[in-house]
């Protein structure tokens, strides 16, 4: 394996004092198969993990402009979007394997990321060879990658969660989704939205409707796999007062009637080669509690009249929803199993 | 006023020590032209209310089939729904103006009680005098009522968000439902879904479709105050891990199309008089934190596209989705401003 | 009463987007012999009260500098330290009564507050004129006075556990106090340390041992009550994840071997006539719940062994330790109950 | 090793439906090195753990009475204190390593059992044999031992961070733990105290002062490690709002004045080989952040003034306080590296 001395795969981390980040770490530096190189820091350039976050790791943080890279590192990016591109730009020139967690190559033309985002793409011959790392989706396109989008954590839920119907070509194309978010989904900066007094026992809907910018990734993902249809999504996130995971219940009418059998057998199908999703049995809904800690989507099917049904969707938005999903991606660029340094997660 | 002992009405709690039960206390001990004479338990009969709670209130609990009733007394009868008919019958016949928290005088025809509750109801003769109390849609009633039947929490959040547009006439008949609700409504009964370790740090679906039997209570007000219409509704409840609170986030059609200024008014014109409603200015959501520990029901709009709506619609379930509720109806039925101990809230 | 138009005497805060100022102004907008004249913000000066907090308060917010005043009303500064001298010294000037919630004038000798705020005292004049507004100790006082300086909250839950054992000489000096806040607490500035997922499942001591500045006011109260004798204190708070209450757990020895039935007496003895302590029967200790949304302190009494006993304190640190005490100042300064507008809280 | 059947030694659960049983399963199922042969339930006997738990686990549990014991297993006891005797003796008459994590078997002498917990001990003859599983203390004896006594989870925070000072004969007898729980720690049947509504938004001292049967632990060890003294120990545990976590405030005098220095030098030497130990440095506290979800404790130092001390210390109760010190002692009888299976947790 090139890139792999004594073994080890060095990997650097871009951005490591954030949730993902710092999850990034964790993961990281129990994956048998790569080595830690270094991981950098704007704000806390210079001083140790420790002192910054309230975890025993040592590493001294370093500013992106000290990096020196080889070409045979993967690099992971964690900055947010519009700060990722001229990073991922250099280290992809550089040759390295990037993979990136911000919105920057998810979406393939550059005028979708400037309606969603608001600003240019200014990376934008890149975009063609960014890969959307949603491995159950896009498994073999990944392993041959050098440039992966690494998904938003609420698309996570609900392409993984719709994504058997949509490429059954069997929903009717208005989908309401209802999801609820931890707060590490917000981001580690303080701000009054997250500020403990104001999130706890409380529940806000933030942007709902047909605002919110994950919106194109589902539609990227869910127009890709069907046939003939564009999918019309409400959208409807909300803030809740827990740490991590998300829940997404999805409501979808089908085009033509099929029998709960039918479609929890079509689900089956889909993920019975999928490591890390878990179709409930009929009857079961999948709760914040099935992924937390764990780099799995449990996905519940509830029947509630003739061609109408509601998905719930549970995932972990640190793993399956940011750095789990990395730590796999990785695993599939590197020929290796995808479940390297992942299926000890959940104690 | 009949039933007033030195200005004073004499009140009665049948069932006081479940979460119900105890903010009714705090309220009725509060407010200023009532008496609570006696407060019954069956299972902490012979105890002081503080052995039993984690409040300094010292009156002892009473056995109900100790309490003597003069017929001038208010009854609050806040026993489970199958418990309650026995005790309303009795106060009711004892010439009490009886209000009952339960389910068991919601529906108006035995056949439906039966059908969502799973046992016949054994007071039928009860169910035509008795008025749903939804003051904000049926004061004029509430006020010549003798019984009053409290509504349910949930279907507090959601027929007032959506009374304007059901009686306007202009909500097409599938109404998608996505509620959430704090712990408290659970019941303080202690159970393995309500054991702090099950429902902190998780979200969960619970009875989702067609299955929950609050929709019973939806489809009474929401079919009474439209025209020509059944409304069809998918009800999701969600145990949130918050004490208190229930936000319902609601996706309607309309049949017709409505600028948000001509839905934003019709709002506000149905409210105006409403003590307990706000109606937020077109752009904003409601949230728990409006809500709780006070006896509001605050209301959000937002258009999504075309004939597309999503309602906001957040109450504190303990309060406006009962023992507030309650303390408003008893104001109504003895003539009084039906704000009275309850204005006070939300310190 | 000087400064009451129409009966109510005009009140104003300042600094009313913090968590003290927003449950000053619920307080005050509820109490039924004032009227809230202003309120100020700098940061949101313009601005709806609405438009900052989760409120449904339209009033508008003022800069200080656009206050005029008569020196009739009631001035309360919800200031942090440092930052409220001048503006107490200019209400002060004018001919008004103020009530401060910094900590700038709780401290009599300019010294004493140099050393533990490390600024030198800008308006070391009026630290005479200042009385400690713990009415329980210091009521006959506080009627007279025109410059109240209200008391931290962790001094309070501490103070009033120890006032009747420091009165009465039988204290031995070493006392350990162990408390633990709410994250309302540590105020409403967004800051790292209570970011929702910082904060959250955790518990974090912080300023332990001999370092936390609330020990002087500990040290003042406690020692000046007392008979010959200097405390020693060793304090320890906690970041508990909870919004609101202060639990403090303290550990004494006694002078000489008291019954428990002594030491009882002497609390309810104590505080016989106090409206806002309780003191639970022996066997009983504090706990949040018993005080969480009232003005009141709860104090529980458990012997270990001869002469060493924990005394449980329990208060709501947004109320009894600030903006409820300040009203209960208030209240006292104008010649009122001193439970005006305090009673109905707890719902 | 013998009872390692194809490479993996074989493991049952007894009792594997609680908090403590279900990270056990986690725990041994992602172990390299051993093979779960059964887990029981008494109240949930025949239906799949999925079905009991929030798990996907679809392991069949069966009722104590079929297991068939080899003598090569090892058996771990999950059940409460009294109910394990006889099933640590039948396992051990069976020839199996036990470890027993209930505190049947954690005080050596019958007559200090009875006097803590209230009952005559059953299985008297197999004191003598039960080790204390505190492998920081008392690893050498482990190595040999057929019968482990799992040690409480608080004795466990407090007894390691007493060790070093209680061994090196520094320490004043009298001892304040100030100790806050995570509601895991009481156990997952549902009981008021544990319903979500009362923990939540709380916090509740609980058998404060010298009445808690887990100071028999920290009496025993630190007496034993100590040089002629007997701690007198003042133990306070409180009720956490949180799911995970001990964290444990210590005030302990010194007999002799040490500098900071020092006493650090003495824990980092003292826990020089311990991989699950960690302390930090001088001037920081340990929160429930920093071993949540690991095996580790984590210890902090503070001189207060001379000669006293705080310790802080945090281990999360369900690991190196049940389940996680279970599988190190497992490691320690079974001669294998006391890391394995323990290492990759904290992600």
Redesign the interface.
């Known amino acids: 394996m090139d890139g792999e001395a004594n073994g080890a795969v060095a990997v650097g981390i871009v951005g490591a004092t954030g949730?993902t980040g710092l999850?990034l770490v964790?993961?990281l530096k129990?994956h048998p198969r790569v080595q830690v190189a270094w991981m950098t820091s704007e704000s806390a350039a210079g001083r140790r993990l420790a002192e910054v976050a309230?975890?025993?790791d040592e590493d001294v943080l370093v500013p992106w402009e000290e990096v020196t890279l080889t070409g045979r590192e993967v690099v992971f990016c964690c900055l947010p979007h519009g700060a990722a591109m001229e990073v991922v730009q250099q280290a992809y020139a550089a040759g390295c394997r990037v993979i990136d967690l911000s919105a920057d190559f998810r979406l393939p033309q550059p005028e979708t990321y400037a309606r969603w985002y608001g600003v240019a793409h200014r990376a934008p011959e890149l975009l063609s060879h960014a890969v959307y790392g949603l491995p159950e989706v896009y498994r073999e396109t990944i392993r041959g990658a050098r440039l992966v989008a690494n998904p938003g954590c609420y698309p996570t839920s609900v392409n993984l969660a719709l994504y058997p119907l949509a490429r059954a070509g069997v929903l009717s194309p208005h989908i309401?989704v209802?999801s609820?978010s931890?707060?590490?989904g917000a981001g580690?900066k303080?701000?009054?939205t997250?500020?403990?007094?104001?999130?706890?026992?409380?529940?806000?809907?933030?942007n709902?409707?047909?605002t919110h910018r994950h919106i194109a990734e589902m539609e990227r993902v869910l127009g890709d796999v069907g046939r003939d249809w564009t999918p019309v999504i409400?959208f409807?996130p909300?803030l809740?007062?827990?740490?991590?995971?998300i829940?997404s219940?999805i409501?979808v009418t089908l085009r033509e009637p099929l029998s709960p059998e039918e479609v929890h057998a079509l689900y089956t199908q889909t993920y019975r080669d999928a490591a890390f999703v878990?179709v409930l049995p009929l009857g079961q809904?999948?709760?914040?509690?099935?992924t937390?800690?764990t780099n799995?989507c449990?996905i519940?099917l509830?029947?509630?009249?003739e061609r109408?049904w509601?998905i719930?969707s549970s995932i972990d938005n640190l793993?399956k929803g940011a750095a789990g999903q990395a730590v796999q991606n990785m695993n599939l660029m590197l020929g290796w199993d995808e479940r390297t340094g992942l299926?000890?997660?959940?104690?």
């Open positions: 949730y999850t964790r993961l129990r309230p975890v025993l309401i209802d609820k931890g707060v590490s580690r303080p701000k009054l997250t500020h403990f007094v104001e999130a706890n026992e409380n529940l806000s809907p933030y709902i409707g047909y409400t409807s909300h809740l007062p827990v740490n991590r995971g829940l219940t409501y878990r809904v999948a709760t914040l509690r099935h937390q800690h799995l449990v519940g509830t029947p509630v009249r109408q509601i719930t793993l299926l000890h997660l959940g104690a």
